[in-house]
């Protein structure tokens, strides 16, 4: 026969409990945690043509690679939507309420030739968006003279957000820029409200063929040559004795030239793009001061800054009249000479403004 002691401790709790609403008598749950929803174990999934935020720019047809040496046209036809026509959109869905947060897009920046019509279009844009479209010069292929009037020539305009879309004037060498901000967007099933902005930059320009640009060039040392006097003993009269040697007088690794350079447009885009580069400097690291030349079959321009490993054609200083490195001389100064030769460097520089621009810019 089983004999079961249960102690009046276990009696009092199995009541106590029996008599808890349900959700109380799971463990380790408070009263204070009881309405609170879990949050989901995976992030939710983002069906096929849908975009993640609420707050998107797309882009149709957009234009080909602006290659060097072909003066791109702009695609035009009569009818206003025309399939090979530019065309962007700027979209609002509804917000997620489980994303209840303000939505900034990504902004979309696009590069078309100069005379290209865009058609600017306009997706669920909701009752409270305000359209604002802004253009400036394009300032970085324009003359210096241009930018001391670039502020009178800043414009802002107001669109109609209940058109549904809007053909663009066919610019040259200008900057649109359309800023649409959406207030007091409600969230579906939520009492929030958040705000929606989305901005688009259109850059009507065509590349320029050449372009100067200033910087550095990191290339091997260079060996100076002069007279060194060397101690070789001491006269009876207690005299040191000296004697004068050619010598090298200075041999660095690595130098640093001050560049200008002509970068010859290949093929890319305004952010990054293929060129060739020429260069001339002066270098400060010689006895005197010598021109000296680079050369890069192809260069990276990332933006306006520019990278490009090619060929150094230094000079550097010779001996002349038959001297070698360790010969007594009585000369006060070692008889050099200057000399030409190629050597591996690569340049680093900053786009100033075009040295030449495609006809009819």
Excluded at 49 to 61: D, E, H, T
Excluded at 93 to 119: A, M, S, W, Y
């Amino acid at each position: 026969m089983i004999r079961i002691r249960v102690s009046r401790f276990c009696i009092v709790a199995f009541l106590l409990a029996s008599r808890m609403p349900a959700g109380q008598a799971q463990a380790g749950q408070s009263p204070a945690s009881q309405g609170k929803p879990k949050a989901p174990a995976i992030s939710r999934k983002v069906q096929d043509g849908q975009y993640p935020l609420p707050c998107y720019a797309s882009v149709k047809n957009p234009p080909k690679t602006l290659n060097g040496f072909w003066n791109p046209k702009p695609r035009n036809k009569f009818d206003s939507t025309a399939e090979d026509r530019v065309s962007v959109t700027i979209g609002f869905d509804k917000p997620d309420q489980q994303l209840p947060f303000n939505c900034t897009g990504e902004p979309l920046e696009i590069t078309v030739p100069n005379g290209q019509i865009v058609n600017l279009w306009q997706n669920n844009w909701p009752p409270s968006c305000k359209p604002t479209l802004t253009i400036v010069p394009a300032v970085t292929d324009s003359p210096v003279s241009d930018l001391l009037t670039m502020a009178t020539k800043i414009g802002a305009f107001g669109l109609d957000a209940t058109t549904y879309f809007y053909e663009l004037p066919p610019l040259k060498n200008k900057i649109l820029t359309v800023a649409v901000d959406c207030d007091s967007v409600e969230v579906p099933n939520s009492s929030a409200k958040v705000k929606l902005s989305q901005t688009v930059k259109i850059i009507y320009q065509n590349p320029p063929r050449v372009t100067v640009s200033a910087g550095l060039l990191v290339t091997g040392g260079f060996k100076s040559y002069g007279i060194q006097t060397t101690k070789t003993g001491t006269s009876s009269t207690g005299v040191a004795t000296t004697q004068s040697t050619i010598a090298i007088t200075g041999s660095p690794s690595a130098q640093v030239v001050p560049f200008s350079f002509a970068n010859l447009f290949w093929s890319g885009s305004r952010k990054l793009n293929l060129s060739s580069q020429f260069g001339v400097g002066v270098n400060p690291n010689l006895s005197s001061l010598r021109i000296e030349f680079f050369a890069a079959p192809i260069a990276f321009s990332w933006h306006d800054i520019y990278f490009a490993p090619g060929v150094h054609i230094g000079q550097h200083e010779i001996l002349k009249g038959g001297f070698l490195v360790g010969d007594v001389t009585t000369l006060s100064k070692a008889p050099t000479g200057w000399g030409y030769r190629g050597g591996f460097g690569f340049s680093l520089s900053y786009s100033l403004k075009p040295l030449v621009k495609p006809a009819g810019k």
